[in-house]
């Protein structure tokens, strides 16, 4: 993937071949910039093929001298991408450098720009930061990256790689609430409001617009519950881009399903008080409390843990839960869950999180996304209160968890005396195949859903 | 009661005799003293044997104070006793054992190891144990006595200082207090001429017992080597006090004829001094008494002997404590209440319930 | 339910025990026929006789000692110092012989000694003092201070009950200050902490009249979710209290009106290095008072006293981190 030229003393970064059919790559986008200090296997930039996306570690330590490919752009196997010089030092300006007012002894370190991707202000710009100020967000601000201990013992706790959480507090230090956002929504930026505590549990969230980028080579993207909802996002004008590879995928998916199967909706309402406890409790979201639900109430009506595949109908013996994980604006996939009936509710948050953060670090493997046969989808933190969410072809049924909102309730109590109470509560919408099952039996199933988070 | 100031010099005074001890009260007063003397004793050369961790501080020469006094107190009254006073606690029911097994820092000793050599009061035979702080006691006695008063009993407090804790600020406090409200309590100022190294005339220009007259109630100075007369003025201060006519104070002269503790040579004490006290021994004094009055002392010498001989091998059998339970017992968390307890009232006057109480 | 001052609130504990104990008497300095400094035990003489509320000699150690000698003969006495300052000339009896007692030769100690404390006022540097960490560190002696009139009632009847020496800081700012429902009648309240407000982002540990700087502080901190750990005791310290609330925040600010060195909060501190290390998402801040003796003046004294602006800036800060 890389030629050494010791005459000039650079390296070349090329396009590599991800594969025997591959042919072309994609520039998604550059990590670095020209005059960059680059780390051996530092991520350079990030490629996107039809097989793969990935991100380009750098063959050599050095200087980024050059870039030869522009974002968007998809060249050939083997097209020089981009030179990095090696017989830069590190503090030393680049040649290319005019002036000496970057703070030598603070090279933009690797794992801070990889972290983010984000491309740092050229160095040339870069006023000296104020001795004992860093900057929020600059190179500067993490190139003496610490950790607090309570974000130590998370990052071990979940194998978190601290360098790639983009830190928003002091001097961009990482906090506790960039790990707990890291870990629930892969995201590489939290924001610095927190959302009504309700609503922040869900794994799924808004980022950044990064680049397009194609979709994992990997069958069966997940479904769109709020296509409404994406659609309506506004889009910077002003010209028209083509469809990402994710995108296209994920339209045609969900167009095929809609067409193939009889969609019906039938929603029930759950008091989640108790699923707040125990979610207080086994310090987790209320996702993996729910599934664990879902999971039970499927043993009862195994019907809908099934694939309807032409006149074939397979139930299954056990539950792969697809859960859906946003990737932002880019769409969304589906990490499948397997032998979720073995997991507990604390189990199932752990590899919950897990299959998010691959996701998010587009590391899923095909196997990953494979063979679910039941869906739960979670866009809850938007505030929407229903939704017909589109089923995942060739299950048939997916479960859409919504908002969590407090209502004034009517309880009875143990006497048989109502009263009105505030209640934390939610909708659980299931969009089913009637060409599987009836509507009685999915009602009947989502009580029996009901029935258990409401006793956790 | 008129306030007045009495003096008397030790041993001029045969009429301090007092006659409401019958011959069996005379032959306790002397068993206690010698009880005391030859727990002391033992426990030195246990001290001397390594067996008695930290310091030790003993009474010799002191014995007729607390024994004269405590023998004059009712089951129902309450004392706060100093570090030379070992007889009150043998009076009010202490066990040797228990005295021997508390300076060896023994589980079955007083406080259980909790604190060290005569730092201790038993609360169930109404003893509160002093602290290093002296005399704070004496508050606390005229608390105790306050309670009585304002409960209307009859009964008394009493507690004993020496002439070095007259300097404090807490002997003011409570002499004052106590003469303010005219409590119950008698207080025994334990002159033994030297407090450690300290002398009287370094201590005071005033000699304490003249005070008393000052805070509004009588200060007697009594011979504090003879137990009969220890146990007439405390009689007397105890029918005052259960009489509504408030505290006071004796001064009872006598001297320390040991070091202030084990480790003090006592080179600042001319010799002289000792040899002229020694001549006013209270033991001596008592034995002859009672030698005069036909009683077999030697029997006496032997009984109490015995009794240490056994309290040794019983203190030597107890365990010391478990470390692990060194922070225990900080708070106190039960239900019940737990307060001073009544201890033994031997004198014939309390026995036969003319005690007042 | 009724409203009450914190002040009222006190008084209400004391009358109420003593209508129902008579073991329960008030001493003090000017307590009976003045009705105390601040008027706390007002009326209490005409209801209760001279023998129940007693005016004392100007004698601190004499107060405690003799209240230590009435207690373990039966009484259970509520000594009050006239500010919690001359606490001081009554110190050797608190700490050598209430404090100790107990440990020494089982016998407990029931006294409730009330201290007057803080400053604000101008009252300089003898009328001034929150001298509770002295009592911290001298084993033996429970240290208590609420922050509300229903606490105050509350922990007050606790002290008088419990067996053992306890030390009452009642704050004098808030007296006539902080006003609430206090529930009629006898109940004790759990030396315990007490959480005075929830939150996710930060934990503010204080006590006694800064819960309610903490509190002012932390109202409306740039949309910040503060959460305010109101101590009540400080001996037993509740510790488990204090790391479940960090355990949730991370973040912790602790606030003493005391002189900071070895001030509670110093205390709490340590607790949580020892403990929660690995719960903490920044340094453990403290804001005190430095350590110097109250002034007078009032900008001297406003000074040196944490204010809601010096709460609110070290929030931020931590906040920020």
Known sequence: MSSSNTETATVDIVMPQMGVSVSEGTIVGWRKQVGDWVEYEEPVCDISTDKIDTELPSPAAGRLAEIAVDVGTTVEVGTLLARIATDARPGEPHASEHDGEREPSAPPTSEAAAATGETPAPSTDAPAPEPGVAAPDGDEGRARRRYSPVVMRMAAEHDVDLAQIRGTGRGGRVRKQDVLAHLEHGAAAAPAAPDPPL???????????????????????????????????????????????????????????????????????????????????????????????????????????????????????????????????????????????????????????????????????????RGGTFTITNPGQFGAVAATPIISQPQVAILDLEAVVKRAVVITDADGNDAIAIRPMTMLCMSWDHRAIDGAYAARFLTAVRRRVESV | MAMSTARHEPGENPSAVSEHLTLDDRVALLKYMLLMRGIEERAMNLYRQGRVPGSFYDGYGQEAVSAGATFAMSAQDRLCVLHRDLAAHLIRGVTPARILGQYMGREGGITGGRDGNVHFGDHRVGCVGMVSMLPDMMLVATGMAMAFKLRGEARCAITWFGDGSTSRGDFHEAMNWAGVQRLPVIFILENNQYAYSTPLHHQFAVDP???????????????????????????????????????????????????????????????????????????????????????????????????????TEEALAMPMPDPATATDRVFYEGEEDVLLGDGNAPWSGHAGGGGGA | MAAMTYLQAISDAMRQEMRQDERVLVMGEDIGVFGGAFKVTDGFLDEFGPSRVMDTPLAESGIIGSAIGAAVVGLRPIAEMQFADVITGGF???????????????????????????????????????????????????????????????????????????????????????????????????????????????????????????????????????????????????????????????????LDEANQTCAAGAQVAALIADRAFEDLDGPVRRVATPDVPIPFSPPLEQAVLPSVDRVKEAARELLEY
């Open chain 1, 199 to 369: 609503h922040i549990e869900s794994p799924y969230r808004p980022e950044p617009a990064p680049a397009p980028r194609a979709a994992p080579d990997a069958p069966a993207p997940g479904p769109a519950p709020q296509p409404e909802a994406r659609v309506a996002t506004p889009v910077p004008t002003g010209h028209g881009e083509p469809l990402s590879r994710m995108r296209k995928s994920i339209g045609e998916h969900m167009k095929r399903s809609l067409e193939l199967a009889a969609h019906c909706t039938t929603m029930v309402e759950c008091d989640m008080s108790a699923a707040e406890r125990r979610r207080a409790l086994i310090g987790t979201t209320a996702l993996p409390i729910v599934a664990r639900c879902v999971v039970d109430a499927l043993r009862e009506f195994p019907a809908l843990n099934a694939w309807l595949e032409g006149d074939t109908f397979t139930q299954h013996d056990g539950v792969h839960l697809g859960i859906a994980v946003s990737l932002g604006e880019d769409g969304l996939i589906v990490p499948v869950v397997r032998d979720a009936q073995d997991l507990s509710d604390e189990g199932l948050g752990r590899r919950i999180r897990e299959l998010a953060q691959r996701a998010r670090g587009r590391a899923l493997t095909p196997d990953d996304v």
């Open chain 3, 92 to 254: 050797d009896q608190h700490v050598s012989v209430a404090g100790k007692m107990y440990y020494r030769q089982g016998l407990p100690v029931n006294i409730t000694v009330r201290l007057p404390s803080g400053g604000g006022f101008s009252g300089g540097p003898f009328h001034s003092s929150n001298p509770e960490a002295w009592f911290m560190h001298a084993p033996g002696l429970k240290v208590v201070a609420p922050s509300t009139a229903e606490d105050a009632k509350g922990l007050l009847i606790g002290a008088v009950r419990d067996h053992n020496p306890v030390v009452f800081l009642e704050h004098k700012h808030l007296y006539r200050r902080v006003k609430g429902d206090v529930p009629e009648g006898l109940y004790t309240t759990p030396f315990r902490a007490r959480v005075a407000r929830e939150g996710t982002d930060m934990t503010i540990v204080t006590y006694g009249a800064m819960v309610h700087t903490a509190l002012e502080a932390t109202e409306d901190l740039d949309g910040a979710s503060v959460e305010v750990l109101d101590l009540r005791s400080l001996v037993p310290l509740d510790e488990e209290a204090i790391l479940a609330s960090v355990r949730k925040t991370s973040k912790v600010l602790v």
């Open chain 2, 209 to 311: 017992v003249e005070r008393a007259q000052a805070y509004g109630f009588p200060g007697i100075s009594v011979d504090g080597n003879d137990a009969d007369a220890m146990f007439e003025a405390t009689r007397q201060a105890r029918e005052r006090a259960l009489a509504g006519e408030g505290p006071t104070l004796l001064e009872a002269v006598t001297m320390r004829m040991h070091g202030h503790a084990a480790h003090d040579d006592m080179k600042y004490v001319p010799t002289e001094q000792v040899e002229e006290w020694r001549k006013k021994d209270p033991i001596d004094r008592q034995e002859a008494r009672l030698r005069d009055l036909g009683v077999d002392t030697e029997a006496v010498r032997s009984a109490v002997r015995a009794t240490i001989d056994a309290a």
